[in-house]
């Protein structure tokens, strides 16, 4: 693999894509810690330091933003917003007809698609910029935040928060454009890996016998993840023969060659864990709106709520793995459907040995797809709670990187290093990937 990174970094263009790569992400880390107006931060780094359910959400949610809450940048929210439109455009697809004649138009379809994405992120990053400023509020770090008297510096909080997210979509865009790899993975890539050395020093000092659980854990996790992740079930497909007219009224025979369809053992990634989570934080994001209510019988129903499915109990991380599950099936059958692979087969004359085509090709494929799903879905529920079993045997509550991190961390790599390796086909170098 050295010799191979050397080989990428002896051809100029590859040379250009990566350092122009590494540049976008150094500018990103920059902006990481510009921190949006009106912050205290003694007052932010008390509220990471609290062990009270707010602080616990904090922490959670910073994660998730790969540690840019933790200076409340103005990236904050990162290139989340932005997948989120994506998958509820994603979703409503199949359920609007303008947008599924959209997507069947090819490119100019599929750009439109894109403006209506970017249209619906630049809402969806105002309101979650709204909600993570309220609990800033409720910490006192944001002490002149609200819609009163304070309303010029609330609106530039938000402002800030929304344009920082957009800023962050431009990069990733310009990395997929000029770089190597998928310039929105890379960004949030980035955020992930830049956390990692910080959680190794605080588990040096605090835990290092935890330290090392995890790090085997990691990385038996990761073989794991990759051999899940490439692993799939191809389905035999057969085209039959045609006659074709050429020129001169001459006949020739066609097709009959064969191929395959290969089904992924989890084809859905890492969005069920993102679908979940969002689901999960949700109440607590609300209920942390009231803890500190006038009204003791509110504030009593807030904190139980947040004690009882907040991030870092128990009743969570059950909650997460039945969703993770749940949500897996879902993602998958909807993205499957969107595919209608049974119609593309037999309008190309193909079909699968021994199955009819049309309906029967449908509920077999089905039938295939509910049973792999099986345990892709068990393996995505399972690295989602790896956090919570792993603190339960080494006693600490630190941890390396989140599961949904460490899929991110894989996924990305793994293409990457594809995208890196074709180009060296290309120019006849030894790829990055053995078979």
């Known amino acids: ?29 920059l902006v990481a810690h510009v921190p949006v107006p009106g912050v205290d931060r003694e007052a932010l780094r008390l509220a990471f330091a609290a062990t009270s359910e707010t602080g616990q959400l904090l922490s959670f949610l910073n994660l998730l933003s790969g540690g840019a809450l933790a200076n409340f940048s103005v990236v904050a929210l990162g290139v989340y917003p932005y997948i989120t439109a994506q998958i509820v455009i994603q979703l409503l697809t199949p359920l609007i007809p303008r947008l599924e004649a959209l997507m069947k138009e090819g490119e100019a379809g599929r750009q439109r698609v894109t403006q209506y994405t970017y249209l619906l992120t630049v809402p969806l990053a105002a309101l979650q910029g709204i909600a993570q400023a309220t609990i800033m509020r409720q910490s006192r770090v944001l002490v002149h935040f609200g819609f009163g008297q304070d309303a010029l510096l609330s609106l530039s909080i938000i402002a800030s928060l929304t344009a920082g997210t957009l800023f962050a979509i431009w990069l990733g865009e310009l990395i997929t454009q000029e770089g190597i790899g998928n310039g929105i993975s890379i960004v949030i890539l980035g955020g992930i890996v830049a956390e990692i050395p910080q959680n190794v020093a605080n588990l040096v000092v605090s835990d290092p016998v935890g330290l090392v659980i995890f790090v085997l854990v990691t990385i038996v996790t990761v073989g794991v993840i990759v051999f899940v992740q490439e692993g799939e079930r191809r389905i035999p497909v057969q085209y039959g023969r045609r006659v074709v007219a050429q020129r001169g009224n001459r006949l020739r025979v066609a097709g009959g060659q064969a191929t395959h369809i290969p089904l992924k053992v989890n084809s859905a990634g890492m969005i069920p864990l993102i679908f979940a989570q969002a689901l999960l934080i949700l109440p607590s994001s609300i209920a942390g709106y009231f803890v500190y209510s006038q009204t003791s019988w509110v504030r009593a129903a807030a904190t139980a709520i947040n004690r009882a499915i907040g991030p870092g109990g128990s009743a969570y991380w059950v909650l997460y793995f039945l969703m993770v599950v749940g949500f897996t099936y879902f993602y998958t059958d909807v993205v499957f459907r969107q595919q209608n692979l049974p119609e593309m087969l037999q309008r190309q004359g193909g079909f699968i040995p021994g199955i009819r085509p049309g309906k029967r090709t449908e509920e077999y494929l089905n039938g295939v797809l509910r049973r792999i799903t099986l345990v892709g879905a068990l393996f995505l529920g399972a690295v989602a709670v790896l956090p919570w079993l792993v603190r339960g045997i080494a006693h600490t509550r630190g941890t390396l990187v989140t599961s949904a991190g460490l899929l991110i961390v894989v996924g990305v790599v793994l293409d990457t290093m594809r995208q890196l390796e074709a180009q060296l086909l290309m120019r006849r170098y030894e790829g990055f990937l053995r078979r």
Not at 5 to 27: E, Y
């Open 1 to 29: 693999m050295l010799e191979a990174v050397r080989n990428a970094l002896r051809v100029p263009d590859l040379r250009r894509k990566i350092l122009f790569t590494v540049g976008i992400l150094v500018v990103y880390r």
